[in-house]
């Protein structure tokens, strides 16, 4: 059967991808935040998941104010790159896993939650920054990846609680396919950041502190904490965390912490990283 070995939380920040694509990861401005993921490259070549389930937001690039799916699960073979106004990142295609996507489809939506399914999609700096800070810069992606989007761009984006449950779901699904599969579940977004307005450039290191901390070991408290709190403590766009809260949804109540960091600035916006074992 397939199963979910470990969860990732990471920023992904549209900078990051940049620095790594331009060669400037050896700046100062850029080598403590590259340092902190080495461990991470390491342990994940050693561990070799088959399929990563990649839960990150589209920026208005794959939706616009036309539509605006909350949860959309990418069934595709492949996934282009997008162009976000500078050109496409010189980074390979991300390729689907589509069989493993129309089972979670089917078992998540039989469990009561909404998807909306996708058959074209071109993924942004949201779902290729982690991939780059994961595995570097590789000719084609070591495995295949789920693109899971959850709306945090427009009014409302889902409850947090909503988010921890949908995650348990999925991985009931995953752990309902009938194929022995390393599976990897990733949240991404955040940490705190407000890009525009007065507030813009805000960060709240105590926040995502308490954020990461509360993730690992208490996450059933961190799932009823409300839109307006991560609003006003973390920045509007500190909203993106719920989707951390959709990785640790899918892990066992206790997990192994194998890796925290954390790093600031990175353009606006603080970085956090978590690695999280399952237990069993
Ligand atoms: C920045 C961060 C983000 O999460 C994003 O989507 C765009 C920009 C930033 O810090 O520049
Ligand atoms: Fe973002």
Redesign the pocket.
């Known amino acids: 059967m397939a199963k979910i070995t470990a969860g990732v939380a990471t920023?992904?920040?549209?900078?990051i991808g940049v620095a790594m694509d331009l060669g400037k990861t050896q700046e100062a401005y850029w080598s403590p935040l590259f340092e902190g993921y080495e461990f991470s490259k390491q342990w994940i070549s050693k561990e070799k998941p088959d399929v990563i389930f990649l839960v990150y937001n589209d920026?208005a690039t794959a939706f616009d104010m036309k539509f605006i799916p909350t949860f959309a699960i990418g069934c595709a073979e492949n996934f282009g790159i997008a162009d976000e106004g500078w050109g496409r990142r010189p980074v390979p295609d991300v390729i689907g896993h589509p069989d493993l996507a129309w089972h979670i489809s089917q078992s998540v939506i039989q469990d009561d939650f909404d998807l909306t399914l996708i058959n074209e999609m071109e993924v942004d700096?949201?779902l290729s920054v982690p991939l780059s800070l994961m595995f570097g810069q590789p000719e084609t992606w070591p495995c295949r990846v789920i693109p899971f989007a959850v709306n945090v761009v427009l009014y409302p984006p889902p409850s947090g609680r909503r988010c921890y449950n949908i995650g348990k779901a999925i991985r009931r699904a995953v752990e309902s396919f009938d194929e022995d599969l390393n599976v990897q579940i990733w949240g991404t977004?955040g940490m705190s950041?407000q890009?525009q307005g007065p507030r813009a450039g805000l960060i709240n290191s105590k926040f995502d502190a308490d954020f990461m901390e509360r993730l690992v070991n208490d996450p059933e408290s961190l799932a009823d904490m409300p839109h307006v709190e991560y609003m006003r403590d973390a920045g509007a766009?500190g909203v993106?965390l719920v989707m951390w809260l959709i990785m640790r949804g899918a892990l066992d109540e206790k997990v192994n912490e194998l890796h925290r960091f954390y790093h600031v600035p990175?353009?606006?916006?603080a970085v956090g990283h978590l690695i999280l074992e399952n237990s069993c």
């Open positions: 920023s992904h920040v549209p900078a920026h700096h949201g977004g950041h890009l766009e993106e990175a353009s606006n916006t």
